[in-house]
């Protein structure tokens, strides 16, 4: 089962811009998507070019483990109650690698945060619900020396001599806003490799934030297969109309069973005139 995310895991985003839960995949889960990641992303071990220090793939995924995974019921809650309503939508994330040879971004005494890419809007102080909300997963084991995120607390702004390391078991999440001051660290090991798997929601109602968008992805086959999987409901989170659209008519039902099979198993879209 999922970690549970508390009041207090609340109270100690609020507080620090960020909060450290360990294990909150379930095993399974995690080793699923571990060996997902491994297939997108290669192991140190089985590159061809071991210079190489740093990859990535984005959404949508051609492993559904791992866009399934997007759809955590406690994660979309959680994100819910920290953004203040029930209308949110998934940020576009991705899955990261980093190799030994790795230097922290932009080198290990730079910390940034990440809303100058993300919205158009400088940092609110007075209203955290323009602060996206970041969760980052760490899908096999790292520790001091495989380049851990440094994540800085509100009250020591910009002092990375003072940031805590995301140094934790596969399956932690690193749960942080818009706003948290972060870097990565250096990979210091001289084998293996670190994975995250991320992505955000923020406000559906924000129109400007989010670092990516995904409406040019209609086409793609893993789109279409992970949306048609998912029920109405879940389709809201990637920008969907909800049920009760005018845009529901005979003619676009048809189309969007065709376009992505599975659309209406359950019979939740009616048709509007």
């Avoid at 809007?121 to 380049?147: C, G, I, K, R, T």
């Avoid at 789109?223 to 008519?249: M, N, Q």
Wanted: with cysteine; proline share 6%; hydrophobic share 35%.
């Amino acid at each position: 089962m999922t970690a549970i995310l508390t009041d207090a895991h609340f109270e100690i985003l609020k507080r620090d811009s960020y909060v450290i839960v360990q294990n909150f995949l379930p095993e399974a889960q995690r080793a699923e998507m571990a060996d997902a990641i491994r297939r997108l992303l290669s192991p140190w071990k089985e590159l061809e070019d071991q210079t190489v220090t740093s990859d990535a793939t984005y959404f949508p995924y051609s492993e559904q483990s791992l866009n399934q995974a997007i759809v955590n019921p406690e994660a979309i809650r959680f994100a819910r109650k920290w953004l203040g309503t029930e209308h949110i939508h998934y940020r576009p994330g991705l899955a990261l690698v980093r190799y030994p040879g790795f230097k922290g971004f932009p080198d290990s005494s730079m910390p940034h945060v990440d809303n100058g890419n993300n919205s158009l809007l400088p940092p609110s102080q007075s209203d955290l619900h323009h602060s996206q909300l970041n969760f980052w997963f760490y899908l096999e084991d790292v520790d001091e020396d495989q380049a851990p995120t440094h994540l800085v607390k509100t009250s020591d702004g910009q002092d990375l001599s003072r940031a805590e390391k995301f140094v934790a078991p596969g399956g932690s999440v690193a749960i942080f806003t818009n706003y948290n001051w972060h870097s990565a660290g250096d990979y210091d090991r001289a084998y293996g490799q670190r994975y995250v798997w991320k992505f955000a929601f923020g406000r559906a109602d924000h129109y400007w934030e989010g670092v990516m968008h995904y409406t040019n992805v209609g086409e793609n086959q893993h789109f279409r297969d992970f949306i048609g999987s998912l029920s109405a409901k879940e389709r809201e989170l990637f920008r969907f109309p909800p049920v009760g659209h005018p845009y529901y008519t005979k003619q676009t039902l048809e189309a969007l069973e065709e376009q992505y099979p599975g659309w209406n198993r359950n019979q939740d879209y009616q048709i509007c005139q």
